[in-house]
């Protein structure tokens, strides 16, 4: 095919263990280049709307990102996607690590999986070669001993491997994927997916350089070479290096909106316990990386002792952090640090568990559920021991956490009472740990992306605010204005809906958030370069933000066919509520305020104002008017 590409899909019925490759056409690709684009394009054509998410006819795509593999920084991203078990909606998630490009190297840009195998099996693809194989001794085994036995059964100690967990087996309805052990699908239930249709994992070894396929590798690699020399120069960049993310907390708990005790509060009085001070000093060990990424922002960590952590399974990051610190009333790190190892060894998502888990702490200091109800577990904020249990049984699907393991939303159903008021979720999702009464465009994202709740659907709008900062002066070139955090209306609305377009090319590229402007270091101009160096297209910028553009509006579309409309696109109500205290205290988000901006974002969208459905007019500017066809059946 050339570009970049070879264009080859993989089509897996696991129902008849059938396996065989297709040429993917060219008009389609130039449409859809991968990641979220393509595996969009799969799931609206070949999901039957109203299958059930963990059917055998349910569909589970692996995509490529358009330049995942290159020797670029942060270029290593692939998508999963199918319908979501936890919400029903679009489900996607992307990861980094070494599979994506490994896969590429295989000679694959993406992977159809349909049907369920009578027993577990795992798929191998080697170059050319690819089986369905006997997993029956794996299931029930983690990750760290499924990944060295695939190793070994094939004789390669190089094979990438993307699995699910026991969390995954045991249909969790937020469990994730996970390939090298640290790397994860974390969102929308990935695992639960791949699980109910046997497949433990798949494993792919690929040897053919990425840069073969590559239209002008000379400018890619000058790219690459550059960007490894620019980390320590770009503040951004560097901060990543140094702290991961862990800096956030301090960060955010600075400006009051560090999620504590289940969104009630924006400042949490054990921060300094758990932030990247403590964490260097107490339980630090190293940094990992993604495949050619020169930022390192993946933190391993030590401990010993009462909660000793298995120090293959990585460290927390700022989600994990607040999740079962703030968020759950929890100062202990090294307790923190045991909830993401058990998180990552049953490889169930550390958002939706962190957060489900603090919902139930609620619950249960209102009196909404007891002891009765958790198997004697007292529930309470701050209470370390109880919250590990509880992930423990939640992986395990076994008690009380057989209930939390269908989410936060489907609990409180199960609770009732006031119990729905305090489950903080978007469309099933539970919200990350950004409080977007200090960042409301961090709140039009939970409530207006496909997936629910997610914290990377476009930039957060505290990069934009000074106007002489390098965030903003780096976007410029995507034409948005600097504006206050907090302000919402038709500019915000203009801003958010250029930098979810830039976002979503992102996914659709196979780069990191952490990696193109403002975010990061790699200039807007030299993404442009890189995807044409890379491809050969003739392409601007505007093109690359259609590319986004569109791919939002497949998914978009998805979720009208399954019927999700616009009373779907909202917030929890406790986010229309003002703060109680800290530097936020008395904030809230103006609910008509943000109604009115939605409507103005739904206008620019050419969405209509009910359905939610992308018109017929712009889905035909987006050059795929036959998605209209099928919101008109």
């Not at 309805?173 to 969102?187: C, D, I, P, S, V």
């Not at 993310?245 to 509060?265: H, I, K, S, Y």
């Not at 553009?549 to 019927?563: D, I, P, Q, S």
């Amino acid at each position: 095919m050339g570009y970049g590409a070879t264009g080859r899909i993989l089509r897996v019925d696991l129902t008849r263990r059938h396996c065989r490759t297709e040429q993917l056409d060219e008009d389609v690709y130039r449409l859809h280049p991968g990641g979220k684009a393509l595996a969009g394009y799969f799931m609206l054509r070949e999901f039957v709307p109203g299958t059930d998410a963990l059917s055998p006819e349910s569909v589970l795509v692996v995509a490529n990102g358009l330049l995942t593999g290159a020797p670029v920084s942060t270029a290593s991203r692939f998508t999963v996607a199918a319908r979501s078990p936890l919400t029903g909606a679009y489900g996607e998630s992307e990861a980094g690590g070494y599979f994506g490009p490994e896969l590429k190297m295989a000679g694959i840009e993406a992977i159809v999986v349909t049907g369920r195998a009578d027993a577990p099996v795992y798929l191998s693809i080697r170059d050319g070669h690819v089986e369905l194989r006997d997993a029956r001794s794996l299931w029930g085994r983690e990750p760290e001993d499924v990944q060295s036995a695939i190793r070994a059964e094939l004789g390669d100690s190089y094979v990438r491997v993307l699995q699910i967990g026991p969390g995954g087996e045991n249909l969790v309805r937020y469990a994730a994927l996970t390939n090298e052990l640290t790397h994860f699908n974390g969102r929308t239930g990935m695992g639960a997916v791949m699980g109910s249709k046997n497949l433990k994992a798949i494993a792919v070894r690929g040897k053919s350089p990425y840069i073969r396929g590559v239209c002008d590798p000379a400018p890619v690699a000058e790219l690459g070479k550059s960007l490894a020399r620019r980390v320590k120069d770009h503040p951004l960049a560097w901060d990543l290096q140094s702290k991961g993310t862990t800096g956030l907390v301090d960060v955010l708990n600075a400006a009051g909106m560090l999620p504590t005790r289940n969104f009630r509060e924006g400042v949490f009085e054990g921060a300094g316990s758990i932030n990247w001070p403590t964490y260097e000093k107490e339980i630090f060990s190293g940094r990992r990386t993604c495949y050619s990424c020169s930022i390192r922002c993946k933190r391993e960590v030590r401990v010993a002792g009462r909660h000793a952590v298995n120090s293959a399974y990585g460290g927390p990051e700022y989600e994990t952090l607040d999740g079962f610190g703030g968020n759950c009333g929890i100062d202990d790190l090294r307790a923190i640090a045991k909830a993401n190892e058990l998180c990552n060894r049953f490889v169930i998502d550390t958002i939706s568990t962190s957060a489900t888990i603090a919902f139930a702490m609620e619950c249960f200091e209102r009196g909404l559920i007891g002891p009765a109800d958790t198997g004697g577990i007292e529930l309470r904020f701050g209470n370390a021991d109880a919250m590990l249990r509880t992930v423990e049984l939640i992986g395990r699907r076994e008690g009380f956490g057989a209930l939390l393991a269908e989410g936060s939303r489907r609990a409180a159903e199960v609770i009732g009472g006031e119990a729905p008021n305090f489950a903080m979720h978007v469309k099933g999702e539970e919200l990350p740990m950004h409080d977007p009464r200090g960042k409301v465009s961090v709140g039009l994202g939970y409530a207006i992306g496909e997936t629910g709740a997610d914290h990377l659907y476009a930039t957060h709008d505290t990069m934009l605010v000074n106007p002489e900062s390098v965030g903003f002066k780096a976007a410029l070139p995507l034409g948005v204005e600097s504006l206050p955090a907090r302000e919402l209306g038709d500019r915000k609305a203009r801003n958010y809906a250029i930098l979810e377009n830039w976002t979503s090319f992102g996914k659709v590229a196979g780069m990191c958030f952490f990696g193109p402007a403002p975010r990061s270091f790699i200039e807007v101009d030299e993404i442009v370069q890189l995807v044409r160096a890379v491809t050969g297209w003739d392409v601007g910028l505007d093109d690359l933000l259609r590319i986004g553009e569109r791919a939002t509006n497949l998914a978009r579309a998805f979720n009208v066919v399954h019927g999700f409309s616009r009373k779907d696109d909202t917030l929890p109500p406790r986010l229309f509520e003002p703060l109680p205290c800290g530097p936020l205290e008395g904030v809230a988000i103006s609910k008509p305020e943000f109604e009115r901006t939605m409507d103005a974002l739904y206008g620019l969208k050419g969405w209509n104002p009910v359905t939610a459905a992308p018109t017929r007019g712009r889905l035909r500017d987006l050059q795929v008017e036959w998605v209209a066809d099928l919101l008109e059946a």
